[in-house]
């Protein structure tokens, strides 16, 4: 699976973008998927995540009730709708997908296969 993420930019607090990861060579229909973060001198951190069927996600708590993690499986694409950014959302995003048969634990980055290359998101007040 080839991860392309896109949609990250300079946007002012409080401004929204969409993340949009588009995969190649494979569907991404039966792949759990993850937007993870990583800031300057930070570990990378699970952002949101979403099943294969899109019928649930999971949101870190810093980002619930303003970002959004959805599927498009026709499209072979994931999003992350981000609302009210603030300062500390500044980060590169990355998208991942999961096999199904990977037993390590969903919320930390061993626990997906493949990577997007990121990109920068840069909140500014």
């Known amino acids: 699976v080839q991860l392309q993420a896109s949609g990250g930019g300079l946007v002012q607090a409080g401004d929204s973008l969409r993340l949009s990861c588009a995969a190649s060579?494979?569907?991404?229909?039966?792949?759990?998927m993850g937007w993870f973060r990583q800031a300057p001198g930070k570990e990378r951190e699970l952002v949101s995540a979403?099943?294969?069927?899109?019928?649930?996600?999971y949101s870190t708590d810093s980002v619930k009730g303003r970002f959004t993690i959805s599927r498009d499986n026709a499209k072979n694409t994931v999003y992350l709708q981000m609302n009210s950014l603030k300062l500390e959302d500044t980060a590169v995003y990355y998208c991942?997908?999961?096999?199904?048969?990977?037993?390590?634990?969903?919320?930390?980055?061993?626990?997906?296969?493949?990577w997007g290359q990121g990109t920068q998101v840069t909140v500014s007040s």
């Open positions: 979403i099943t294969w069927s899109g019928g649930e996600t």
């Open positions: 991942a997908a999961r096999r199904p048969s990977n037993y390590y634990s969903s919320r930390g980055a061993r626990g997906y296969d493949f």
């Open positions: 060579r494979r569907t991404l229909s039966t792949y759990f």
